[in-house]
């Protein structure tokens, strides 16, 4: 804060899954969930982020709740402009300023986002009061937060696992030169969870308690030499509805993950099929990024890397890497060319 900081200048990574808010100096001032809660009639907004998911599975008939994005894409235009709006409203608020700065705005879309799309959400942010606003494709946040430099004649590859979508990018002199954005992410495997703890287990499990399992013991190979403890499970017997306590392995979860982590296997596969061979050579030596929450599932560098034979790194920090490179192109604002007015 202070009198003379008259322009507020903030990076947004709207994900479907989580939506991050860092300052130009890369301080995180919002990292919730991306959902809002509703009022049914009026399309008011109730509660957003971290409060409206707890209202997630709960609401009545005059809360509704909603994910403004979905597989990558903007759902509810409505929706969204009143998340985009209430989180730069919170941001500021916290900040405790005396005077309404001027705002300048550096928001990280979806590279499938269309012209109409991308008019909304630059809308939202300028109804939010930024006087000053840009878009960056997600590949390309990904890129400067992992500090790849974007602008040299080299290859690189991203691949980005969120929420509803893995997006597999190959970028190169500033530019996205292949993208290929495939449906199975974050969200799948949850469900994917839910559906084995019912099936093999007779337990009844809600989306939080799949997604606890997820990160609690979520593995995409069945070895792991730092293997988690088994995570003991509390609820409904499917049947019965008595309680039941199931402990779970990684091993039963890679099982139960496989088939839909081999579809991101083959996406890759195809992806680098795609790639135009002075780039490929590029990426055979650059190695492949992995980002985004799926990359914190454990082992998944090591399978990709014996599966396909080239090296796969897993970002520092996946969830917030795209986060930060928006940041990063919020402080050289003028310097990329791919930023979008
Ligand atoms: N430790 C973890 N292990 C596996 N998956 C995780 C972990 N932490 C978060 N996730 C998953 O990552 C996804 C969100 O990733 P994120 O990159 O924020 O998505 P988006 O960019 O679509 O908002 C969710 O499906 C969440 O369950
Ligand atoms: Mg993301």
Not at 118 to 143: K, N
Not at 179 to 185: D, P
Not at 317 to 339: C, E, Q, R, Y
Request: aromatic share 4%; net charge negative; proline share 4%.
């Amino acid at each position: 804060m202070g009198l003379f900081s008259f322009t507020q200048e903030l990076a947004m990574d709207l994900g479907t899954a989580n939506s991050v808010i860092l300052n130009n100096t890369g301080k995180i001032l919002w990292d919730e969930p991306s959902i809002v809660a509703l009022d049914r009639k009026t399309d008011k907004m109730i509660a957003l982020g971290a409060k409206a998911k707890l209202m997630d599975g709960k609401t009545t008939e005059n809360i509704k709740t909603v994910r403004p994005l979905k597989d990558g894409v903007i759902a509810d235009f409505n929706a969204a402009e009143q998340m985009i709006r209430g989180m730069i409203k919170v941001v500021n608020k916290n900040r405790g300023g005396l005077f309404a700065p001027s705002l300048r705005v550096v928001i990280c879309i979806p590279s499938g986002s269309t012209e109409v799309e991308i008019r909304a959400v630059r809308d939202s942010a300028e109804h939010a009061g930024g006087r000053d606003v840009y878009m960056i494709f997600e590949p390309m946040a990904a890129a400067l937060g992992i500090g790849l430099d974007v602008d040299a004649p080299d290859g690189n590859m991203i691949v980005d696992i969120g929420g509803g979508t893995t997006e597999i990018a190959v970028i190169s002199l500033g530019g996205i030169v292949t993208n290929k954005s495939i449906k199975v992410a974050g969200d799948d495997f949850t469900s994917e969870i839910k559906d084995y703890m019912g099936r093999q287990h007779n337990m009844r499990v809600g989306d939080r308690t799949a997604e606890d399992i997820k990160i609690q013991v979520g593995s995409v190979v069945t070895e792991l030499d730092d293997a988690p403890e088994d995570y003991i499970v509390h609820g409904p017997n499917k049947m019965t509805a008595l309680p039941m306590d199931i402990p779970i392995s990684y091993q039963e979860i890679a099982h139960c993950l496989e088939k839909s982590v081999a579809k991101i296997d083959q996406a890759i596969l195809s992806a680098l099929e795609d790639t135009p061979p002075e780039l490929y050579r590029d990426i055979v030596r650059n190695g492949i990024y992995l980002t985004g929450g799926g990359a914190l599932l454990r082992g998944l560098s090591r399978r990709l890397t014996d599966k396909i034979g080239i090296k796969f790194h897993v970002a520092d920090d996946p969830l917030h890497m795209v986060a930060k490179g928006t940041a990063v192109a919020l402080k050289n604002i003028g310097k990329f060319s791919f930023l979008m007015r």
